[in-house]
């Protein structure tokens, strides 16, 4: 960096000591200290159409034609406290910037096409049209741009940062595609115009430039090559190409004027200058004759007339060339100009349509966003993009109308459909409408070949598409650190597409791709109104979601209008770059409206889920599983995702120790389980407290857990036992590798989440019984505090036994153990909970698919086919399809008491054990019945020592304790 060597301060200026850079200087109101920073010069359109910046540092040569006689070698800035200023005005910062973009090839070489082929009423007609759809847009665009500044992108940050990344990078896209296009068609109309007015034996300022198709391809591929170097040269070397060109004191002024404001200012003189003398023209200009093209009518009939059935007048002239009739003011040219006539484009030698015409004409009314692009540099953002896009629109909607409506009057039909070039015939002085027509086009095709670079930069820097789209967002070759390779790209795309030639043929395209880009800005704007996020406060106040909304369907219907397939095509693409961006593209944290959305629903829809009125029939699970470390419990995690049946599922997960001690990590912890989640594509919720103890947290977690009507109904235990838990870390991942490619794309990629890196984030599992931070009264106490909240218990064990992927051929057991009766209260809650779980699980389309689902029924002597007819009745009932399969006492007496003292007789579960060990072994899940703990804390090791002796050596076990009811034989 160069640091102001000496400053030296006067009342009204400041004196900058050789061979300092330029600075923007700001007095203090007591005018005895300089506040000075070195100015940057940043653009987002242009780098010849550049804005100065408050933002970074850059350096700028001192001109060679600097005064190196001045006293002791300063530069002089006198009135630097208004003049330095590096912000814009609403003027040269959006009204101009719109008013050009709007203002290119369509208004001086096509308007006369769309009267001539649509008459002035259905004309007028279709610019009302446009400007209505373009004029939704900008009150959503204004209300957009008024919440907070655009940054580069223009509308791929709003919608972006609005709608998000899925969004945002396919609108991103097809913003990209319609600035190369919108380039295309400039250039274009820039080889038009050049040709019509030096090409060789029809030139009508000289005749000096061949006129074949590869020659009009070359004059394009120049007028290209031009602005590449333009936009690679960057706006630091175009200043010190001035300042040898200038004296210091022209470089001051242009410097402090700011370039962005004078070149535009230029421009836009010369625009306006070309604008009135074609006004003044048609008043000026008497009836004539102008030529317009060969025809083979007249080639043969020289200094005849040639009447057409509007009795307009050809007349061949000049060796075959025919000429129209000019007629100055008159109604009857009017009247003949009034309605439509389609006849064949010349130039394409296409038939024309009401449809056609709109497309080309809506092209001449897009440019509205070039305003927004500024908002950094403005002075006022929030009043000078609402005030000058809108009066942009203003101005050059009753530009067109004037000029249509003239057009109507002056000229004749048949003029107007053989010389799109019309206006420079009728003009004062000819070189007027050629010089603002180059100047408009060339300019145009500038600003848009740099901002489709910077539109694909700015994707490509957000690494949307990854590894595809990234060397575009490198930034090198200038002092401006251009996007070489994004310019590169566009440059020869345009190349590509200008070898089309015709500017008619191209400009359905533009419109097409310009109004999906609009229909994604006033859903982005609909989307925010609806959301009413509290820091949405746009100053802008004049849009509602009723206007958006509307903008949005007529921005689509308008695109089907135009041509449905391309329209179709349009939003498949962009479908299929939302797809895309949705696999490939990284986490962002842009705080996108659809999340605000949600919260909006979910919230309105919370509050109408009545807790009052649930029914039984309605009755899902809503899981609460207290979870202590996913490095040993990601097996039941994952088995209970696929039990919850759309319902509730929440990971609790109990911190032990003081508030103030482990409230210092408890966000970076909830953060871990979120991307624990992430990884493992687990649909639950996550919720952390801390407490003294387990079963103090549990207790806050089962009655503080869900919202509204989403309360959890049933809560998941793992097995309690002195085991050492092991780590299925590595199961993990296998199982996220076989269970989805994309999944294991996020795992293997270098992304923000790693499932190595997040699981390595938990503690260590202990390696010893001494470690267990849950007491035996504890574990039994959370299952009673369940039961005494009324909620349903299921205790999981051996999980780590269970492989997904290998279920084929398997079985669901439910093992019963008593009579489940749905005319009985009581028992039967647990039994039927029992059936309504097993059904669930087997409904999920791995289980589906893989596995049988048998209920086992103990017999008693005597009663084997009155109790299996009893229960296959009672399946018939449930609607459950399973085999009912009977075990009669010869197998073993086994009681089938349901009573919590049966269940605390270690013989009896041994006796289970055995059963179930003959009949299920190779079962994948078996579910059986979990008596109430016993209320004699003595008995709670007994309790778990039942347990442990049910459910030893046996596949994976679900054991359930039901306190409701969950089923019902009725609808």
């Not at 802008?540 to 979601?545: A, P």
Request: charged content about 15%; some cysteine; hydrophobic content about 45%.
């Amino acid at each position: 960096r160069v640091l102001v060597p000496h400053l030296l301060v006067g009342q009204n200026f400041v004196l900058v000591q050789r061979p300092a850079l330029v600075a923007r200087v700001n007095m203090t109101t007591e005018g005895d200290a300089v506040e000075a920073s070195v100015v940057s010069i940043q653009s987002e359109l242009t780098p010849l159409l550049s804005s100065i910046s408050n933002d970074g540092v850059r350096h700028l040569q001192e001109p060679k034609g600097f005064d190196k006689e001045s006293p002791g070698g300063f530069l002089c800035f006198k009135n630097c406290k208004s003049s330095l200023s590096s912000k814009l005005s609403t003027l040269p910062g959006v009204a101009v910037p719109c008013i050009l973009s709007i203002f290119s090839v369509i208004l001086f070489l096509r308007i006369g096409y769309v009267v001539g082929m649509s008459g002035v009423g259905p004309s007028l007609g279709m610019l009302v049209l446009c400007y209505f759809v373009v004029l939704l847009t900008v009150l959503s665009l204004s209300a957009i741009s008024t919440n907070g500044a655009i940054r580069g992108g223009g509308a791929y940050f709003m919608i972006s940062r609005a709608l998000g990344p899925e969004f945002g990078g396919s609108v991103g896209i097809i913003f990209y595609l319609a600035n190369v296009f919108a380039c295309s068609i400039n250039t274009l109309g820039f080889v038009e115009a050049l040709t019509t007015n030096l090409a060789e034996e029809t030139g009508i300022l000289a005749e000096i430039l061949p006129n074949t198709s590869n020659w009009r391809y070359l004059y394009g591929t120049v007028a290209l090559v031009f602005c590449l170097v333009i936009c690679f040269v960057g706006a630091s070397e175009i200043l010190t190409i001035t300042g040898a060109l200038y004296t210091s004191c022209c470089y001051c002024l242009i410097y402090l004027l700011g370039l962005f404001a004078m070149a535009s200012l230029v421009i836009f003189v010369a625009v306006m200058v070309a604008l009135i003398s074609v006004i003044v023209s048609f008043a000026a200009k008497n009836s004539f004759l102008a030529i317009v093209t060969s025809s083979s009518e007249c080639t043969n009939n020289t200094n005849s007339s040639i009447h057409t059935s509007d009795n307009d007048i050809l007349f061949a002239c000049h060796g075959g060339h025919c000429c129209a009739n000019y007629t100055s003011w008159s109604i009857s040219t009017l009247r003949n100009n009034l309605h439509s006539d389609y006849v064949e484009d010349y130039s394409t030698h296409v038939e024309t349509s009401f449809i056609v015409i709109f497309s080309v004409l809506f092209n001449g009314v897009t440019g509205i966003m070039a305003g927004a692009n500024m908002s950094g540099d403005l002075k006022n953002p929030s009043f000078s993009i609402p005030v000058g896009t809108l009066g942009a629109c203003l101005f050059t909607f009753v530009i067109y109308a004037v000029i249509m409506l003239f057009t109507g009057l002056t000229c004749s039909r048949s003029l107007l459909h053989n010389n799109y070039n019309y206006m420079l015939y009728i003009n004062v002085w000819h070189p007027f409408v050629t010089i603002g027509v180059l100047c408009a086009t060339l300019s145009s095709a500038l600003s848009t070949l740099i901002g489709a670079s910077r539109v694909l930069q700015a994707v490509s820097q957000d690494n949307l598409f990854g590894f595809v789209l990234r060397p575009f967002s490198i930034m090198k070759g200038s002092k401006r650190d251009n996007p070489i390779y994004a310019l590169l790209l566009s440059w020869i795309m345009v190349q590509a597409i200008i070898i089309i030639g015709e500017l008619n043929t191209v400009a359905p395209y533009v419109a097409m791709f310009f109004l999906l880009s609009y229909s994604m800005v006033n859903l982005a704007c609909f989307a925010l109104c609806v959301a009413s996020t509290p820091n949405y406060r746009p100053t802008f106040r004049f849009h509602s979601w009723h206007t958006a909304l509307l903008g949005f369907m007529c921005s689509v219907a308008v695109m089907f209008f135009i041509n449905p397939l391309a329209a179709g095509l349009a939003i498949g693409a962009g479908i299929l770059l939302f797809v895309i961006v949705s696999v490939i593209g990284p986490a962002t944290h842009w705080g996108e409206v659809s999340q605000g959305l949600i919260y909006h629903q979910v919230r309105k829809y919370l509050l109408r889920l009545d807790i009052r009125k649930r029914h039984v029939k309605l009755w899902r699970p809503q899981m609460l599983f207290l979870a202590s470390n996913p490095r040993a419990s990601y097996p039941m995690m994952d088995f209970i995702n696929d039990m919850k049946k759309g319902g509730l599922y929440i990971l609790g997960h109990v911190i032990i120790g003081s508030f103030e001690e482990a409230n210092a990590d408890l966000h970076e912890q909830f953060r871990t389980w979120l991307d624990f989640i992430d990884c493992t594509k687990l649909k639950a919720f996550v919720e952390l407290t801390i407490a003294e103890s387990v079963q103090m947290g549990a207790r806050s977690l089962m009655m503080n857990s869900g919202l509204g009507g989403m309360k959890p109904n049933t809560i998941m235990l793992g097995f309690y036992d002195d085991s050492i838990p092991k780590d299925t870390h590595n199961a993990v991942k296998t199982a996220l590798r076989r269970t989805n490619p994309l999944i294991r794309h996020c795992i293997d990629r270098n992304s923000d989440v790693k499932i190595e890196h997040v699981i390595d984030s938990f503690p260590a599992l202990r390696d010893n019984a001494i470690d267990q931070i849950v007491m035996p009264l504890e574990y039994v106490g959370i299952i009673k505090d369940a039961i005494l909240m009324q909620k349903n218990v299921c205790v999981l064990r051996n999980f780590s036994l269970l492989d997904k992927f290998q279920l084929r051929d398997g079985t669901i057991d439910v093992w019963p153990l008593y009579k489940i009766d749905l005319n009985e209260s009581g028992a039967d809650l647990t039994g039927t909970l029992l059936l309504q779980l097993a059904c669930i699980l087997h409904m999920v389309h791995e289980w589906k698919g893989s596995t049988v689902l048998r209920i086992i029924v103990l017999e008693k002597e005597g009663e084997k086919e009155k109790e299996e007819s009893r229960v296959k009745r009672l399946l018939h009932d449930l609607r459950i399809t399973a085999h009912v399969v009977m075990i009669s006492e010869g197998s073993g007496h086994v009681t089938s008491d349901s009573c919590t003292d049966s269940f605390l007789d270690l013989e009896v579960q041994r006796r289970r054990n055995r059963l179930m060990l003959e009949h299920s072994r190779e079962a994948r899940v078996i579910f059986t019945a979990l008596p109430a703990p016993p209320h004699d804390d003595h008995s709670c090791m007994q309790y778990l020592s039942a347990m442990s002796t049910l459910s030893a050596n046996l596949p994976s076990m679900v054991l359930v304790h039901g306190v409701e009811r969950v089923v019902t034989t009725s609808f």
